[in-house]
């Protein structure tokens, strides 16, 4: 159970008494909140007194009077500031008026309540305050954890630039202070590995554009007719040379058009992705079969490789900003460790899901579920 510390300022006894009984076997739940929320009440006889209790520890909700002797309710809002605390107070006062519950929210307070008030009206302001209070939590807490993660994000952004960027500023200068002589040729391979890193950087960044928009929905999406069959054939021509190279043969399993209404970008990135890591993480004379199925509504993909494969342990990690599995087999692929979670985050937009069953040294087949749009739209949303 979750407990908010309420503390009661009022000069009369009799009043604090009835508030700590009606909250102290209060218990509420709120939609936001998985647990029951209670109340621990205290009190304060006087402004005076709250402010000791405040500064050493504050509490999370104040029912303050308005009208006290030496310092009024309102005062003592000046005194701790409450604008800037998370605290939230509700004002409790006989001399209930417009102008004084003005003056009031200007000062700080949430809500204002009239006396004399039934125990009902006190517990409905309590858990209206209260629910003020865990959504303001709740959305402090979504902002340091979006800070963190930006940070993080940044982090390894940085850091797998670097490295290549680092590769391509070493092979730069050796060229520009002629260490390997004034024979060109002598510098062809540092050309050529520097080229590679260079488009490696480039895909990353496309694969950051194309998961920034998907995230921030602010990708225009073009829903239409689309055959994976022929999405598919399109992506595997774009990989056949380097399959070639390696004797790799790509296999296509689909005896007719597999139709269902789709942006056809998007299903592009999706097999561009699986197609090309099956490629990529295969070994020499290997083989892709790329099998595509459709029942009903649900469209299947799946992608198998003969490549290096991955532990239980390993894929658990996969689908995730910059995952990218480092071995002694993997060290030498190029990679984002984007692409996977682009393919996660479309096939969550098409109600679908993504998986993968992988062993070691055998190779990896990856599964993709993805539902039909069901409504065709007449403009790009």
Same mark, same amino acid.
Request: aromatic share 4%.
């Given at each position: 159970?979750?407990?908010?510390?309420?503390?009661?300022?009022?000069?009369?006894?009799?009043?604090?008494?009835?508030?700590?009984?009606?909250?102290?076997?209060?218990?509420?739940?709120?939609?936001?909140?998985?647990?029951? /929320?209670?109340?621990?009440?205290?009190?304060?006889?006087?402004?005076?007194?709250?402010?000791?209790?405040?500064?050493?520890? $504050?509490?999370?909700?104040?029912?303050?009077?308005?009208?006290?002797?030496?310092?009024?309710?309102?005062?003592?809002?000046?005194?701790?500031?409450?604008?800037?605390?998370?605290?939230?107070?509700?004002?409790?006062?006989?001399?209930? &008026?417009?102008?004084?519950?003005?003056?009031?929210?200007?000062?700080?307070?949430?809500? *204002?309540?009239?006396?004399? *008030?039934?125990? +009902?009206?006190?517990?409905?302001?309590?858990?209206?305050? %209260?629910?003020?209070?865990?959504?303001?939590?709740?959305?402090?807490?979504?902002?340091?954890?979006?800070?963190?993660?930006? *940070?993080?994000?940044?982090?390894?952004?940085?850091?797998?630039?670097? @490295?290549?960027?680092?590769?391509?500023?070493?092979?730069? +200068?050796?060229?520009?202070?002629?260490?390997?002589?004034?024979?060109?040729? %002598?510098?062809?391979?540092?050309? #050529? $590995?520097?080229?590679?890193?260079?488009?490696?950087?480039?895909?990353?960044? %496309?694969?950051?554009?194309?998961?920034?928009?998907?995230? &921030?929905?602010?990708?225009?999406?073009?829903?239409?007719?689309?055959?994976?069959?022929?999405?598919?054939?399109?992506?595997?021509?774009?990989?056949?040379?380097?399959? +070639?190279?390696?004797?790799?043969?790509?296999?296509?399993?689909?005896?007719?058009?597999?139709?269902?209404? %789709?942006?056809?970008?998007?299903?592009?990135?999706?097999?561009?992705?699986?197609?090309?890591?099956?490629?990529?993480?295969?070994?020499?004379?290997?083989?892709?079969?790329?099998?595509?199925?459709?029942?009903? #509504?649900?469209?299947?993909?799946?992608? @198998?490789?003969?490549?290096?494969?991955?532990?239980?342990?390993? @894929?658990?990690?996969?689908?995730?900003? *910059?995952?990218?599995?480092?071995?002694?087999?993997?060290?030498? /692929?190029?990679? &984002?460790?984007?692409?996977?979670?682009?393919?996660?985050?479309?096939?969550?937009?098409?109600?679908?899901?993504?998986?993968?069953?992988?062993?070691?040294?055998?190779?990896?087949?990856?599964?993709?579920?993805? $539902? &039909?749009?069901?409504?065709?739209?007449?403009?790009?949303?």
């Amino acid at each position: 159970m979750q407990t908010l510390r309420t503390l009661v300022v009022d000069d009369e006894l009799g009043m604090r008494l009835g508030i700590q009984k009606a909250l102290s076997r209060y218990k509420m739940q709120l939609p936001e909140v998985t647990e029951e /929320i209670g109340f621990i009440v205290e009190m304060a006889e006087s402004a005076e007194e709250a402010i000791e209790k405040i500064t050493t520890d $504050r509490p999370d909700i104040l029912l303050l009077d308005y009208k006290m002797p030496n310092m009024s309710g309102l005062d003592l809002l000046e005194r701790i500031n409450v604008q800037e605390s998370e605290m939230v107070t509700i004002m409790i006062t006989a001399y209930a &008026s417009l102008e004084t519950a003005v003056t009031a929210i200007k000062k700080g307070a949430f809500d *204002f309540l009239a006396k004399p *008030f039934e125990p +009902n009206e006190l517990k409905k302001a309590i858990k209206k305050a %209260a629910q003020n209070l865990i959504l303001a939590r709740q959305v402090r807490k979504l902002e340091q954890e979006k800070h963190q993660v930006r *940070f993080q994000f940044i982090s390894v952004l940085g850091h797998e630039l670097k @490295s290549p960027l680092n590769a391509i500023e070493g092979y730069l +200068n050796i060229i520009h202070e002629h260490i390997s002589g004034d024979d060109l040729k %002598a510098y062809d391979g540092m050309v #050529d $590995r520097s080229i590679v890193r260079i488009q490696g950087m480039k895909k990353m960044i %496309a694969d950051l554009l194309d998961l920034t928009r998907i995230e &921030s929905g602010q990708k225009k999406r073009e829903i239409g007719a689309c055959d994976l069959r022929t999405l598919t054939k399109t992506a595997i021509e774009g990989v056949l040379p380097t399959a +070639n190279a390696r004797n790799i043969t790509i296999e296509l399993n689909a005896d007719e058009p597999v139709n269902m209404l %789709a942006d056809a970008s998007e299903i592009e990135i999706v097999l561009n992705n699986l197609i090309t890591n099956a490629v990529k993480y295969n070994r020499d004379s290997g083989k892709v079969r790329i099998t595509l199925k459709k029942e009903d #509504d649900l469209v299947k993909i799946a992608v @198998s490789d003969t490549g290096i494969g991955m532990s239980a342990e390993d @894929s658990a990690k996969l689908f995730k900003e *910059f995952v990218r599995i480092k071995n002694d087999k993997t060290r030498h /692929i190029d990679g &984002s460790g984007l692409g996977l979670s682009i393919v996660k985050k479309i096939a969550t937009i098409y109600n679908g899901d993504v998986n993968v069953t992988s062993q070691p040294n055998v190779g990896s087949t990856f599964n993709v579920r993805l $539902r &039909s749009e069901e409504n065709e739209p007449t403009e790009a949303v």
